[in-house]
């Protein structure tokens, strides 16, 4: 399952994404598209975050969660258009990190790069529990924090006009929740152990091969990368 939360308007890099594309083949219905438009501030992001997120996790009820923290959804990125905080970008992770399940955390983009450190800093910060100061310490790279006056969490909201509205957001949250009507819970592969008999023939037709290879004086052997699985 795949839960994105972009800028969407048909136009924009790489064009892909809007609400109704849900995945195809084996993946239909394992994509949600959160397509959003210029501007969107905390209140509004947040709210929509975790509303989507929460019903996604219920219905999915997943084992384990890859969440990519893209810095491009800050505002004054130089090729985002929203109008986050890092504040609440990094509410966005500690709402996901209380479900305690097992969580791994990558990057993604982010184009203003004094900005995407402090993020990356601070959403650190966030998993590991600990309580960092908003003045930043200093180092050789003082000089590009200067213009925030060293601070961890600098003004970046309000730059962009917000082009989203209560209505549209309700309309992507209506449409995600009849969606999510079609799982059934996360996909699984029922294992099982291979019966002794099956094994012992594996073994008979694997040593076969290799005494063949003998016969013929071959000694060289390539074998591939094997997975079995029993259900």
């Not at 509004?44 to 219920?58: A, Q, R, S, W």
Request: proline letters at 6%.
């Amino acid at each position: 399952m795949t839960v994105s939360f972009h800028k969407y308007t048909g136009d924009f890099f790489p064009g892909t994404g809007k609400l109704d594309d849900n995945g195809s083949g084996p993946g239909k219905h394992f994509c949600l598209n959160v397509p959003l438009q210029d501007g969107i501030d905390d209140d509004m992001y947040l709210t929509i975050f975790k509303t989507v997120i929460e019903d996604t996790v219920t219905a999915f009820r997943p084992t384990a969660i890859v969440l990519q923290c893209g810095a491009d959804s800050l505002g004054c990125d130089r090729l985002g258009a929203f109008n986050l905080s890092i504040a609440a970008h990094g509410e966005c992770v500690n709402f996901v990190r209380k479900y305690n399940v097992p969580l791994l955390v990558v990057g993604g983009g982010g184009y203003t790069i004094k900005n995407v450190s402090r993020c990356w800093t601070y959403e650190t910060s966030v998993l590991v529990g600990a309580e960092i100061p908003d003045e930043l310490p200093r180092t050789v790279y003082d000089a590009f924090f200067a213009d925030s006056h060293w601070k961890l969490h600098p003004p970046l909201t309000g730059k962009v006009d917000n082009q989203n509205s209560p209505a549209s957001l309700q309309r992507i949250t209506i449409s995600i929740r009849n969606k999510l009507r079609y799982l059934q819970g996360a996909p699984s592969v029922a294992m099982q152990e291979i019966p002794p008999d099956l094994q012992g023939l594996l073994a008979d037709e694997n040593r076969t091969a290799e005494e063949k290879d003998e016969e013929k004086g071959d000694s060289t052997c390539f074998t591939r990368p094997r997975c079995d699985i029993w259900s």
